[in-house]
């Protein structure tokens, strides 16, 4: 009986003892070669289909307009489903710009860096602004939001910086 328990006991020792060692190894080899990533979409084609409609839609969600035949009226969300779809609008856009830093998409460690960076701050700050229903917040964030994709724009892709002026500002 005791001889069965203790080989039971060197059967389980010896079993933990692989798994650990398996578990190190496979964690070791990950760690040096690091995540592999699918990085499908053009830079052009992340901007287009992801980032743009995303900060558009936020955009549409603040401020006012005064029109001559509609009057005036605000953007803001009025029920508490638009703010929650504003504040889910304000992560993907902390998450835009984490997909940005990521190796072979980040241009460099430098600029882009601190403009990805950047970006990811203004959208929590969105999120918090969202989530508080503020609406002066929410302009405000969503003016930071511009600035820093105004800088960028000007820095690493000037030829569509003009793109996004609006047209009073362009003649």
Not at 29 to 46: I, K
Not at 91 to 109: F, H, K, Q, S, Y
């Amino acid at each position: 009986m005791m001889t069965g328990i203790l080989r039971f006991f060197a059967v389980m020792i010896f079993a933990a003892g692989l798994a650990a060692c398996g578990s190190d190894s496979d964690s070791a080899s990950e760690s040096a070669a690091g995540p592999e990533y699918t990085l499908t979409l053009s830079m052009a084609e992340l901007m287009a289909h992801v980032l743009e409609p995303v900060a558009d839609s936020l955009w549409r969600s603040a401020g006012w307009i005064d029109d001559e035949i509609e009057g005036y009226y605000e953007l803001y969300p009025t029920t508490d489903e638009g703010w929650h779809q504003a504040e889910e609008r304000a992560a993907l856009i902390v998450e835009i710009g984490n997909t940005l830093m990521l190796p072979g998409r980040a241009v460099d460690n430098d600029s882009w860096a601190t403009y990805s960076k950047a970006m990811s701050t203004v959208g929590l700050n969105m999120m918090q602004a969202a989530e508080q229903q503020n609406e002066e917040e929410f302009f405000q964030t969503g003016a930071q939001l511009y600035s820093v994709c105004t800088a960028c724009h000007q820095s690493y892709s000037p030829d569509i910086a003009g793109r996004f002026a609006p047209s009073s500002l362009s003649q």
